[in-house]
């Protein structure tokens, strides 16, 4: 059996001291971290700020989220929302409540995660919070980042005949959790089965290990064009152009043969009877950005590989349109947004 140190016997300040020997600092803004009464830093621009709550049987299940991916998981989701104002990340505090059930030994493996993310997105772990939770592991994160004014993307810049874009192919996300709640169902079933996961691999990685899409933000920025508008795909691009279309009141039509899906979503969605254009409408956790240009900047990003043009912006904010492949139009519906009379 692997070690099991509880977290007693190190205490919470010989915790947070293994945390804190395990983290350097890369950000020259990042003054002071993890070790004081609270962090310091120098900004240069314009500071962005968001936290996300992530609980334990709402967000993520330990049966099938080993704690390393759940660890990179928060900070990629977290930062998305960073990317979707087109600011760059600079550093990440996390709060932490822990159940009994966890040793040293697994707070270790989620920030295992915790800080490969920092690595990968050039982020600092500068700081965070302990505390006991009787329900459960309980993660918080903050993001912190930077942008110059004239950066700066909200979601309420979007223009009649502005292109709307996707970064990447959506849906796999939400395939990859059915893949892994039907392998969990068969497990309680039968503890002794093997799982069933070959051909989903693409699918449980965008489950499991999303990236926040900083890549496209700095091609975006090397090109030099500054969307009209931004919104990060967390809880499906319908849902997420509503947000635009409402903020920027202007209207939205899309077509469905330009959606990105891959093939793989298509497959698995195939294999479970579900729709791909459902997974890739109302799916979510694909953290893929949603934004939209001035026509003449299009002509610009259409040289992201990465990047599809989906529709395009219209005057009449009532409108939030799919053009289906056989040209029927549908409204674009989301939980959460209310019917319109
Ligand atoms: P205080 O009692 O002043 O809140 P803490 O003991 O909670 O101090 O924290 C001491 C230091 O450790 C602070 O710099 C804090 O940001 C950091 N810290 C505490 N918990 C975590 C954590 N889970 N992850 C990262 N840093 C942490
Ligand atoms: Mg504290």
């Given at each position: 059996?692997?070690?099991?140190?509880?977290?007693?016997?190190?205490?919470?300040?010989?915790l947070i001291?293994?945390?804190?020997?395990?983290?350097?600092?890369?950000?020259?803004?990042?003054?002071?971290?993890?070790?004081?009464?609270?962090?310091?830093?120098?900004?240069?621009?314009?500071?962005?700020?968001?936290?996300?709550?992530?609980?334990?049987?709402?967000?993520?299940?330990?049966?099938?989220?080993?704690?390393?991916?759940?660890?990179?998981?928060?900070?990629?989701?977290?930062?998305?929302?960073?990317?979707?104002?087109?600011?760059?990340?600079?550093?990440?505090?996390?709060?932490?409540?822990?159940?009994?059930?966890?040793?040293?030994?697994?707070?270790?493996?989620?920030?295992?995660?915790?800080?490969?993310?920092?690595?990968?997105?050039?982020?600092?772990?500068?700081?965070?919070?302990?505390?006991?939770?009787?329900?459960?592991?309980?993660?918080?994160?903050?993001?912190?980042?930077?942008?110059?004014?004239?950066?700066?993307?909200?979601?309420?810049?979007?223009?009649?005949?502005d292109v709307?874009?996707?970064?990447?192919?959506?849906?796999?996300?939400?395939?990859?959790?059915?893949?892994?709640?039907?392998?969990?169902?068969?497990?309680?079933?039968?503890?002794?089965?093997?799982?069933?996961?070959?051909?989903?691999?693409?699918?449980?990685?965008?489950?499991?290990?999303?990236?926040?899409?900083?890549?496209?933000?700095?091609?975006?920025?090397?090109?030099?064009?500054?969307?009209?508008?931004?919104?990060?795909?967390?809880?499906?691009l319908s849902?997420?152009?509503?947000?635009?279309?409402?903020?920027?009141?202007?209207?939205?039509?899309?077509?469905?043969?330009?959606?990105?899906?891959?093939?793989?979503?298509?497959?698995?969605?195939?294999?479970?009877?579900?729709?791909?254009?459902?997974?890739?409408?109302?799916?979510?956790?694909?953290?893929?950005?949603?934004?939209?240009?001035?026509?003449?900047?299009?002509?610009?990003?259409?040289?992201?590989?990465?990047?599809?043009?989906?529709?395009?912006?219209?005057?009449?904010?009532?409108?939030?349109?799919?053009?289906?492949?056989?040209?029927?139009?549908?409204?674009?519906?989301?939980?959460?947004?209310?019917?319109?009379?």
């Amino acid at each position: 059996m692997d070690k099991r140190t509880e977290i007693g016997e190190l205490g919470e300040f010989g915790l947070i001291d293994r945390i804190k020997n395990s983290v350097n600092l890369a950000n020259d803004q990042s003054k002071l971290g993890i070790g004081d009464d609270a962090a310091v830093f120098q900004p240069r621009h314009l500071v962005v700020h968001s936290t996300e709550l992530f609980q334990e049987g709402v967000h993520f299940d330990l049966a099938y989220s080993p704690l390393p991916h759940v660890g990179f998981k928060v900070v990629s989701a977290a930062l998305s929302d960073i990317a979707a104002m087109n600011a760059i990340p600079k550093q990440v505090t996390l709060g932490i409540g822990l159940s009994n059930r966890f040793s040293v030994e697994a707070v270790e493996s989620l920030y295992e995660g915790v800080q490969l993310a920092c690595a990968e997105y050039g982020v600092d772990l500068v700081g965070g919070d302990t505390t006991a939770s009787p329900t459960g592991l309980i993660i918080s994160v903050t993001v912190i980042g930077e942008a110059e004014e004239d950066k700066l993307v909200k979601r309420s810049g979007a223009k009649p005949n502005d292109v709307v874009c996707v970064s990447g192919d959506l849906g796999g996300a939400i395939m990859g959790l059915q893949a892994l709640e039907r392998e969990k169902q068969v497990f309680l079933a039968n503890p002794g089965m093997q799982p069933e996961l070959e051909g989903k691999s693409y699918v449980i990685m965008r489950q499991l290990k999303p990236s926040a899409r900083f890549d496209i933000i700095h091609e975006l920025r090397g090109l030099g064009v500054v969307p009209t508008s931004m919104i990060d795909c967390s809880d499906g691009l319908s849902s997420e152009l509503i947000h635009l279309s409402r903020q920027s009141n202007v209207g939205i039509r899309i077509f469905e043969k330009n959606i990105p899906i891959d093939d793989e979503t298509y497959l698995v969605a195939t294999e479970f009877n579900f729709s791909p254009l459902t997974a890739a409408l109302n799916g979510g956790e694909d953290y893929e950005l949603v934004f939209t240009v001035s026509q003449q900047d299009y002509e610009k990003v259409a040289k992201i590989a990465d990047v599809t043009a989906i529709g395009f912006v219209t005057s009449n904010p009532e409108e939030q349109l799919l053009i289906m492949k056989s040209e029927q139009v549908v409204p674009l519906s989301a939980p959460g947004f209310g019917k319109k009379e």
